[in-house]
Antibody, heavy 123, light 108 residues
């Protein structure tokens, strides 16, 4: 069974940093791009960024709202994707989801998704 | 940025009836569109990709259609467990990937 489990969330003060982890099982992690999304309380879904598989360069893309502050990385030996969040703002408060690109070759649609991890940025 | 617009915001449908949800892109995205279902307190679940291909395990009552800028998700015979928010997402341009604002489907 394919599983994605996020960890590392919680309450953090504005300007501080936090790192989320997404630990996966049930598939060959290194073969797939991984993405992060978020959902502010009561709002819709927002794409945060993704990291390609090493076969496609392992490069990253980010939403403008987080570019320069957030960094996505991966450790294929541990089957973990990371979201390093720096210079956090109150508007970064959201449930953060990790997800796998559903196709090895195309970063487009995503399945499955983790259960989500709440990050609250507040003083 | 490609803006995705969903309508209506809320749809109230009786069990067994057909529900039709719309998604419009601000520019052509070919068939590079996915639909997700999100129930309260749960993560999104992929329903449709490539505008019309059902994901693994998705019941046949869910169908997607459209190309270019106009897309539709239809639920042919609504069941109580279909109560959820439905989101469309374009992947024609991943700078950035964008979602519609969602349609909430309620059961009458």
């Amino acid at each position: 069974e394919v599983q994605l489990v996020e960890s590392g969330g919680g309450l953090v003060k504005p300007g501080r940093s936090l790192r989320l982890s997404c630990t996966v099982s049930g598939f060959t992690f290194g073969d797939f791009a991984m993405s992060w999304f978020r959902q502010a309380p009561g709002k819709g879904l927002e794409w945060v960024g993704f990291i390609r598989s090493k076969a496609y360069g392992g490069t990253t893309e980010y939403a403008a709202s987080v570019k320069g502050r957030f960094n996505i990385s991966r450790d294929d030996s541990k089957s973990i994707a990371y979201l390093q969040m720096n210079s956090l703002k109150t508007e970064d408060t959201a449930i953060y989801y990790c997800s796998r690109a559903a196709d090895r070759r195309v970063v487009g649609w995503f399945d499955p998704w983790g259960q989500g991890m709440l990050v609250t940025v507040s003083s | 940025e490609i803006v995705m617009t969903q309508s209506p915001a809320t749809l109230s449908v009786s069990p067994g009836e057909r529900a039709t949800l719309s998604c419009r892109a601000s520019q052509s995205i070919s068939s590079n569109l996915a639909w997700y279902q999100q129930k309260p307190g749960q993560a999104p679940r992929l329903l449709i990709y490539g505008a019309s291909t059902r994901a693994t395990g998705i019941p046949a009552r869910f169908s997607g259609s459209g190309s270019g800028t106009e897309f539709t998700l239809a639920i042919s015979s609504l069941q109580s467990e279909d109560s959820a928010v439905y989101y469309c997402q374009q992947y024609n341009n991943w700078r950035p990937l964008t979602f519609g604002g969602g349609t909430k489907v309620e059961i009458k």
